[in-house]
């Protein structure tokens, strides 16, 4: 199985590059982020004439993610156990969820598109809800691994941390002063691992960006962050067969300002034989 991830910062306005992607890529499941789209705006047919099964969710042109999959998915979820919501002005339990995530299995593999509150600035209530959110998430994680500890589960998508210095490579972004890189987010993010999870890209792709601001050349200078991971449990990362981070979909017209992660699985399929490797 080949997965990816992408924020693909607006799917209706860049489908066609999307879909040629997942094509020219042998992409089984591709879980995106920032759809920006309601569900029903959702441009199935384009996936759905390349072979490929769709779920989305969104409410607006604000957040949405989807996943599309070669196989049927099963067991398709908005939202984990005890999400938070967010409203400005809304305090309390009842606050409305957000679009911002979405679970299917797909082959054997729980598989979650994510897409983490950006946080917006040190002390907004959003700041305060993405912790809380990630606090939720984490204990999610443990949970599922603790009653099933076989389970091969995948958290992917757009976590909007940066969560080594190395990771950041945009001079605006200063600890004390930006979200992304606060001690109680890069905290959070390590909760995530000890709960259970590996960042199964990391070890065979120790550098490189997923995501570059369009503003001030941020690109071309290499100025970017890697914010966009997948997170596996012990059964996924142990079927980790290569990994790729897909920096030249930042380049061209109209791309998102983020690229590609992308991992191969070797699940013992006899399919996997014929499928070629992208180390």
Known sequence: MRLATWNVNSVRARVGRIVDFAVRESIDVL???????????FPYAEFEDAGFHVEAHGFS??????????EPLENVRTSF???????????????????????????????????????????????????????????????????????????????????????????????????????????????????GLTDVVRPLVPTGFTYWDYKQLRFPRNEGMRIDFVLGSHA?????????????????????????????LDLGGADDDDRPMIF
Request: overall charge negative; glycine content about 10%; aromatic content about 8%.
């Open 31 to 41: 879980a995106m982020q920032e759809i920006k789209c309601k569900a029903e705006q």
């Open 61 to 70: 042109q604000w957040n949405g993610v989807a996943i599309a999959s070669r």
């Open 81 to 195: 156990p005890g999400m938070p919501g967010f409203a400005k002005g809304h305090d309390g339990p009842d606050a409305p969820l957000e679009a911002r995530a979405l679970g299917a299995t797909v082959g054997g593999v729980e598989v979650w598109s994510l897409y983490v509150p950006n946080g917006r600035s040190l002390g907004d209530p959003h700041y305060f809800y993405k912790l809380e959110w990630l606090a939720a998430l984490q204990q999610y994680t443990r949970d599922s691994l603790e009653a099933d500890p076989d389970l091969a589960l995948a958290l992917t998508g757009d976590f909007n941390i940066a969560p080594t210095d190395a990771d950041n490579g945009d001079p605006t972004v200063v600890q004390g002063f930006a979200t992304h890189v606060s001690p109680p987010e890069r905290e959070a993010f390590a909760g995530l691992l000890s709960a």
């Open 236 to 264: 996924f990362a142990e079927a980790v067969a290569g990994a790729a981070i897909h920096r030249n979909e930042r380049k061209g017209e109209a791309p998102s300002d983020h690229v590609p992660v992308v991992v191969d």
